[in-house]
């Protein structure tokens, strides 16, 4: 029960991306989809069995037009999301294998993967069952209400959460059965701790940044030629 599928989500709405055209998981970066860099991590590992894209029912024309050689050519399912993130994770987990024994969620906006985590979440997550990529806060971090500030938290113990997010599938499963509202959930983790489950973090890199805004893509060009060079030469980051 080792074997491990991957859901990489890209059905939701883009609206701070502002981009009439593209949503940002199908956005261009030298040449490339966002959501294709991600599945070129994942697909080279031999432990990865089903790889599953989940997005929107209304892009379903434009992705084959775009994308649906990529998609069969590695071998991907394409299914819809649903109404929130949850959802959408959830209708891919619906496909994924009987015999897979872990699922990595992943979100398709966040392209600047490093093998290195990569191995250090699948192992970690076979050990325990349940594990994330982060980041440790590093800024002040200020609670602010009516644009001003209300209160100073301290950023001790504080890490932003990332994806990959990879978890034993039964657990999984039944999170999400025993969540009084699973869409309330903003990323699957959440879901694990409502059930009572330890979750693990994997220290990553700010590296590992998901496009929002149109500004985030000059980041992400710079990114991706450091991670080129970090997983062609094994060197951390």
């Known amino acids: 029960m080792s074997d491990v ?16 055209n593209y949503k940002k998981p199908f956005v261009s970066v030298n040449g490339r989809a ?7 991590r994942f697909i080279k590992r031999d432990d990865v069995k089903q790889l599953i894209l989940v997005i929107a029912e209304a892009d379903q024309q434009i992705f084959d037009q775009r994308f649906g050689t990529d998609a ?19 209708n891919g987990l619906k496909v994924v294998d009987k015999d897979v024994g872990f699922v990595v969620v992943h979100d398709a906006a966040r392209p600047c993967l490093s093998d290195i985590w990569l191995d250090e979440l699948f192992v970690l997550a076979k050990q325990t ?16 209400a009516a644009d001003s500030i209300s209160e100073t938290i301290s950023r001790d113990g504080l890490w932003e959460s990332q994806t990959p997010q990879m978890f034993d599938k ?33 220290q990553a890199s700010p590296l590992n940044r998901k496009v929002t805004t149109q500004q985030d893509l000059r980041f992400i060009e710079l990114a ?3 991670l080129h060079k970090e997983n062609s030469e094994g060197s951390d980051v």
């Open 34 to 40: 966002l959501w294709l860099y991600s599945v070129d």
């Open 72 to 90: 069969a050519s590695s071998n991907i399912n394409v299914v819809h999301g649903g109404n929130s993130r949850a959802a959408s994770v959830l």
């Open 129 to 144: 069952g349940a594990a994330i990529l982060g980041t440790p806060v590093v800024s002040t971090v200020k609670r602010v």
């Open 170 to 202: 039964s657990k999984l499963l039944g999170a999400y059965e025993s969540a009084e509202d699973y869409a309330s959930a903003t990323d699957e983790a959440q879901l694990m701790e409502w059930a009572g489950h330890r979750v693990s973090v994997v």
């Open 5 to 20: 599928a991957v859901i990489i989500v890209a059905a939701g709405k883009s609206t701070r991306f502002s981009d009439e």
């Open 224 to 226: 991706m030629q450091v």
